[in-house]
């Protein structure tokens, strides 16, 4: 009895392994898929794929070739869906974010960014985000500090400075802002 206990086990394990690698193979494909810009082939592949056994990463990818044919209210959906199905995926707030951030809704986009940070503290595009998000609004010294933080984490993104010297400029402090704007020259010059 013990020893059938074992086998039925040791086979569910079997199963549980073989049936997770095929979701990495599956998504390696998809990843080549839309590398190679194949996107229908690459959304074609996650819709076989029934809704609830979907993965957060392939719900991006969905969302992202949404955004590739400028089907935004689609993306948003498809973003939605990833962080349903993992609340901890961080690149799918991000995403979600720069929808509300290119649709005018600052506030909203501030909301998914801040979710993003709260799941992946290293995150300097979501900083970087935040901070033009703020921009918007026109509260400028959280716009510096979270450009700050994006330079942090990402010290050679040109743009991250750029915004940062402006920032400054609006908070009427000239040092600081001719100080990034003399990295962002460097930064320019050596690419």
Not at 5 to 19: A, D, H, Y
């Amino acid at each position: 009895m013990k020893k059938f206990v074992i086998i039925i086990l040791s086979m569910f394990i079997f199963q549980l392994v073989g049936f997770s690698a095929e979701k990495g193979e599956i998504d390696i494909q998809v990843n080549s898929l839309y590398a190679a810009n194949k996107l229908d082939d690459a959304f074609n592949m996650i819709l076989a794929i029934p809704h609830e056994e979907r993965t957060a990463h392939q719900w991006l990818i969905m969302g992202n070739i949404m955004m590739d044919y400028e089907k935004v209210s689609d993306a948003e959906f498809m973003y939605k869906s990833a962080i349903n199905t993992d609340e901890k995926f961080y690149k799918a707030y991000y995403n979600l974010g720069n929808i509300y951030l290119q649709n005018n809704q600052p506030n909203l986009a501030i909301d998914s960014y801040k979710s993003a940070l709260k799941y992946n503290k290293e995150f300097a595009p979501a900083y970087y985000n935040l901070g033009c998000a703020y921009l918007k609004l026109g509260e400028f010294r959280k716009a510096k500090n979270a450009f700050h933080d994006a330079i942090y984490f990402k010290q050679n993104v040109s743009d991250y400075h750029y915004n940062l010297a402006f920032a400054y400029k609006m908070l009427g402090k000239t040092k600081d802002a001719q100080f990034y704007l003399d990295n962002y020259n460097k930064l320019e010059s050596n690419k």
